[in-house]
């Protein structure tokens, strides 16, 4: 499943894990208010108080270490993940969503106090392009 976000369409919601978000901001904007949640099989959802959870942005999914962190806030339910302006200012940028020079690849991890780690979000895409 892949869900498309734009800054100027305000925030997205999504219950499922593993999702493949291809996001678009525009250098020096904020990205803000991914929110997430997680719903257990009969519609409740997930208590996520206690987890660590981290959103990583890299310029090559290969690479070690992420060239931009976004900043997460977790509720009793709701994830939610922003990057400032001052970070996505410091990222790479192409002409528009096509040009490679401008692409990123992002995830969220979650790792919940029994221990068991998912993916919220997996091989997503971030383009940044130029203002």
Excluded at 7 to 29: C, N, P, W
């Amino acid at each position: 499943m892949t869900t498309c976000i734009d800054t100027a369409a305000g925030a997205i919601s999504v219950g499922d894990t593993g999702l493949k978000i291809e996001a678009r901001v525009t250098q020096g904007a904020d990205l803000q208010q991914i929110v997430l949640s997680l719903q257990n099989d009969d519609g409740t959802f997930v208590d996520v108080t206690g987890a660590n959870i981290v959103a990583e942005v890299r310029k090559n999914k290969t690479e070690a270490s992420p060239v931009a962190v976004f900043v997460v806030g977790a509720g009793p339910v709701d994830i939610t993940l922003d990057l400032p302006g001052s970070v996505t200012a410091t990222l790479a940028a192409g002409q528009d969503m096509r040009d490679p020079a401008g692409r990123h690849y992002w995830k969220c991890r979650i790792t919940f106090l029994s221990g068991a780690v998912r993916d919220l979000v997996a091989d997503s895409t971030l383009q940044v392009v130029i203002p």
